[in-house]
């Protein structure tokens, strides 16, 4: 092969190769601007306004939620806690023998008893 014929084979593979990649470029410049044009034209300002303000409103209820939960569960620890220290002295435990004085008077609660002794 001369040199000449070298120059020319050379020059045609990169005009081609210049050619195909500007022809690609076309084709993906259009698909891209035909995909922005359809998701563009839904979207309205005026409806990202309205999602902030209510993203806004929303995580204000929410704290407010949270603020009266929480001084909620407080109240009904406290109120428990309470409860818990009045009611521990009140538990009494029979002795054997009025469980079995009281046997031959109440044989209704009989059942009970057996449970509870389990």
Same mark, same amino acid.
């Given at each position: 092969m001369s040199p000449e014929e070298m120059l &020319?084979? &050379?020059i045609a593979i990169v #005009? #081609? @190769? #210049?050619f195909a990649s500007f022809l690609f470029w076309g084709v993906y410049s259009l698909i891209k601007q035909w995909i922005n044009r359809k998701s563009g034209s839904n979207i309205d300002p005026q409806f990202f306004k309205a999602? #902030?303000?209510?993203?806004?409103?929303?995580?204000r209820r929410i704290s407010n939620l949270e603020s009266i939960i929480s001084e909620m569960e407080e109240e009904q620890y406290r109120l428990n806690e309470t409860e818990e220290h009045k009611t521990m002295g009140e538990i009494e435990i029979e002795e054997e023998e009025v469980r079995s004085e009281s046997k031959s008077e109440k !044989? !209704? !609660?009989?059942?009970?008893?057996?449970? @509870?002794?389990?």
């Open positions: &020319v084979a &050379v #005009g #081609g @190769l #210049g999602l #902030g303000e209510f993203k806004k409103n929303t995580e !044989d !209704d !609660d009989s059942n009970l008893r057996n449970m @509870l002794n389990e």
